[in-house]
């Protein structure tokens, strides 16, 4: 387990970027883990860090191991201190300072820093902090953890998926279709609205051109007529030709998704969390059998397209496959 995005937001817009350990009163700077934040931690600039109350290591401070993974990493068990408080609270073991002792420490801190605030000042941070609320349940719903095995399955030479991943895609996409996206955040909401065109339209192509071949195990696929009866020869090409037109189609599809997810978590670096999903990198597209041909790519918008409409639509892709002769796999 990572701290989440929420759980970081909260913790920093709460703490007022200021560490919390009595009197101290830092003014931190959030640490990018890039060569920016490095040159600044050398200048002297203090960085923030993210110090958990209970360990999640047996030989951590304060070590507890009724704490779950989930307890560990959440808001409720981090404090925000400058890295020599860090130090000073962890020392021998964390003996100095209890959980109890933290834990008033962190609620005073936010209570001082709450009360200093505008209501405005508390609207906006609110709104912030349930916004990341809404792109963490992306995260989730779009299952970015596993979006390379999405993007293999719409990859393969015959595309075969679940019932039950239809409807998750279709789940989704509902579920992005119906978000209000807060006003102030232009890039992110543009964002969204792109992805949620793209998982659209490629949740309208495989229910309009997949059936289901197997009710036992729930199982879909693109209907190859040359495959189910006898065909003359023109037939079969028409047939065959129609197939893997589909299956470029498909594959294009996931392509432009693929780049569509990198932009919406970009935009959301950008306005809102710069550490969101900093550490795991861009989602991967993932082409290939997965036994003579298996490959990943780093798919994303050009320059050129970012500043214009990004997706160009299912009507564009069909035709781009067509000049093409096939997908750009």
Same mark, same amino acid.
């Given at each position: 387990?990572?701290?989440?995005s929420?759980?970081?937001?909260?913790?920093w817009?709460?703490?007022?970027?200021v560490?919390?350990?009595?009197e101290?009163?830092q003014?931190?700077?959030?640490?990018?883990?890039?060569?920016?934040?490095?040159a600044?931690?050398a200048a002297?600039?203090?960085l923030g860090?993210e110090a958990h109350i209970v360990?999640?290591?047996?030989?951590?401070?304060? /070590?507890?191991?009724a704490?779950?993974?989930?307890?560990?990493?959440?808001?409720e068990?981090?404090?925000?201190?400058?890295?020599t408080?860090?130090?000073?609270? &962890?020392?021998?073991?964390?003996?100095?300072?209890?959980?109890?002792t933290?834990?008033?420490?962190?609620?005073?801190?936010?209570?001082?820093q709450?009360n200093q605030?505008s209501?405005?000042d508390?609207?906006?941070?609110?709104?912030e902090?349930r916004?990341?609320?809404?792109?963490?349940?992306?995260?989730k719903k779009?299952?970015?953890g596993?979006?390379?095995?999405?993007?293999?399955?719409?990859n393969?030479p015959?595309?075969r998926?679940k019932?039950s991943?239809? &409807?998750?895609l279709?789940?989704?996409?509902?579920?992005?279709?119906t978000?209000?996206w807060?006003?102030?955040?232009?890039?992110?909401?543009?964002?969204?609205?792109? /992805?949620g065109?793209?998982?659209?339209?490629a949740?309208n192509?495989?229910r309009?051109?997949?059936?289901?071949? &197997?009710?036992?195990?729930?199982?879909w696929?693109?209907?190859?007529?040359?495959?189910?009866?006898?065909?003359t020869q023109?037939?079969?090409?028409?047939?065959?030709?129609?197939f893997?037109?589909k299956?470029?189609?498909l594959?294009?599809?996931?392509?432009?998704?693929?780049?569509?997810?990198?932009?919406?978590?970009d935009?959301?670096?950008f306005?809102?969390?710069?550490l969101?999903?900093?550490?795991?990198?861009?989602?991967?597209?993932?082409?290939g059998?997965?036994?003579l041909?298996?490959?990943?790519?780093?798919?994303?918008?050009t320059?050129?397209?970012?500043?214009?409409?990004? /997706?160009?639509?299912?009507g564009k892709?069909?035709h781009r496959?067509?000049?093409?002769g096939?997908?750009?796999r």
């Amino acid at each position: 387990m990572s701290i989440g995005s929420v759980a970081r937001k909260v913790l920093w817009a709460r703490s007022s970027n200021v560490c919390a350990f009595v009197e101290c009163q830092q003014e931190l700077t959030v640490n990018l883990h890039d060569e920016g934040s490095k040159a600044m931690e050398a200048a002297g600039v203090p960085l923030g860090e993210e110090a958990h109350i209970v360990s999640g290591s047996k030989e951590g401070p304060r /070590y507890d191991p009724a704490y779950t993974a989930d307890q560990v990493d959440s808001y409720e068990n981090l404090i925000l201190v400058c890295p020599t408080h860090h130090r000073i609270i &962890d020392k021998k073991d964390g003996s100095g300072f209890s959980v109890e002792t933290l834990r008033r420490m962190k609620t005073e801190h936010e209570a001082m820093q709450r009360n200093q605030k505008s209501s405005e000042d508390k609207k906006f941070e609110e709104v912030e902090i349930r916004t990341l609320a809404m792109i963490d349940a992306w995260t989730k719903k779009a299952d970015l953890g596993n979006w390379q095995n999405l993007t293999w399955k719409l990859n393969v030479p015959v595309p075969r998926l679940k019932g039950s991943d239809i &409807d998750r895609l279709t789940e989704q996409g509902k579920w992005v279709l119906t978000r209000n996206w807060p006003g102030r955040y232009v890039v992110v909401a543009r964002a969204f609205g792109n /992805y949620g065109s793209v998982l659209l339209d490629a949740i309208n192509y495989i229910r309009r051109h997949m059936e289901e071949v &197997d009710s036992k195990n729930g199982v879909w696929e693109f209907y190859r007529e040359h495959k189910h009866r006898l065909l003359t020869q023109e037939e079969y090409d028409v047939s065959l030709n129609d197939f893997l037109h589909k299956v470029d189609v498909l594959s294009e599809l996931s392509l432009e998704l693929t780049k569509a997810a990198n932009h919406l978590c970009d935009a959301v670096r950008f306005e809102i969390d710069p550490l969101f999903r900093f550490d795991e990198g861009v989602l991967p597209h993932r082409v290939g059998d997965g036994i003579l041909t298996n490959s990943l790519s780093r798919e994303e918008y050009t320059e050129k397209e970012r500043v214009g409409d990004l /997706y160009p639509g299912l009507g564009k892709i069909e035709h781009r496959v067509l000049e093409q002769g096939g997908s750009s796999r």
